[in-house]
């Protein structure tokens, strides 16, 4: 986890979600580690629209096979 301390890019680069959009690897860490709520909300949100993502491919995948 201490190589993201000074980490300033987005939990995912291409992700356009809220969290990856406002909030660098290295602040979500320190929110996370100094157990604050706001760290649980943003990777919660990142995590939702990488599942609402993966679950439209896969939809799309269905629709072309």
């Given amino acids: 986890n201490l190589p993201f301390a000074r ?3 987005p939990i ?3 992700c356009t979600c809220y ?3 406002n909030f ?3 602040y979500i860490r320190h929110l996370l580690k100094a157990n ?5 909300r943003l990777t919660t ?3 939702i629209a990488f599942l609402t ?3 439209q491919e ?3 995948a269905i629709k072309i096979n």
């Fill in 7 to 9: 980490d300033f890019t």
């Fill in 45 to 47: 949100i990142h995590n």
């Fill in 36 to 40: 604050e709520v706001l760290g649980i």
């Fill in 53 to 55: 993502r993966l679950m």
């Fill in 12 to 14: 995912e680069e291409d």
């Fill in 19 to 21: 969290a990856c959009q």
């Fill in 24 to 26: 660098s690897r290295g």
């Fill in 58 to 60: 896969i939809r799309d």
